[in-house]
């Protein structure tokens, strides 16, 4: 058995705010990414700028934040919005879904391609090897944050989180920390290192995500308010992830047959 380090949600104050770890770990994300995007646009020079990029990752965040927060509220609990409204505000407590974050990155990067007359798919192109980093940090946030731990086990790893009972349970926080985050940005990483077709990068995105995270909801717990979907067996999280995979196959297709221009 491993030992949860538990840790408060709150990383320390400004004055009387608190500022949480699972913002935080968002925060540091989001400026990791856009290093490291930096640092690729320096040794490897392609038609973006540096400050173009500076517009792009700026348009990525609110996408990100944005979808990610009304898409949690739409596909996992919208409950909250006839209880508390403003709890939609309250993103420092948790509460981000990927699958809605996507949408919002992509509206964002529409709005930002036309502003820079840049081709759509070369910005998703740009912005998909380092979405992982966020990835990765978020999981760490639902970590300290003790959520979205997984399901009951008896595996010598498991863990007893302090808001799930005295059951040991799978840290699936760090599978996905684990697919989602290192495994998924070294693939995307070292496959974009080398000019490739227009759209294929994030068609790898979109495939790599979406089947670790269809692979990882096996080991963690449903949410509660949802349970399982379909054929008894399925999650939200899965159900959401199989379009993605769908999409991701296609652009690889069309990509490699050189539809996209």
Known sequence: MLIYPSMDPVAFH???W???????????????????????LHVSPRDITQEQLSDIVFYAALGAIIGGRLGYILFYDWRVLV??????????????????????????????AKKLH??????????????????????????????????ITTMPWGMVFPNAGMNLRHPSQLYEFFLEGIILFFILWIYSSKPRPL???SGWFAIGYGVFRFFVEFFREPDVQIGF???????????????????GIGLMLWSYRGNLK
């Open 14 to 16: 400004i004055g009387s």
């Open 18 to 40: 608190p500022v949480y770890w699972y913002g935080l770990m968002y925060l540091i994300g989001f400026f990791a990414g856009w290093g490291v995007l930096s640092w690729r």
């Open 118 to 151: 840049q081709p759509f798919l070369a910005l998703t192109d740009l912005l998909a090897p380092a979405v992982p980093i966020g990835l990765g940090a978020g999981r760490i946030g639902n970590f300290i944050n003790d959520e979205l731990w997984g399901r």
């Open 83 to 112: 209880s508390d409204p403003l709890l939609i505000l309250q993103i420092w407590k948790g509460g981000m879904s990927f699958h809605g974050g996507v949408i919002g990155v992509l509206l964002a990067m529409f709005i930002c």
């Open 199 to 201: 759209g294929v990068i």
């Open 229 to 247: 979907v379909a054929f008894g067996w399925m999650t939200e999280g899965q159900l959401l992830s199989l379009p993605l995979i769908l999409v």
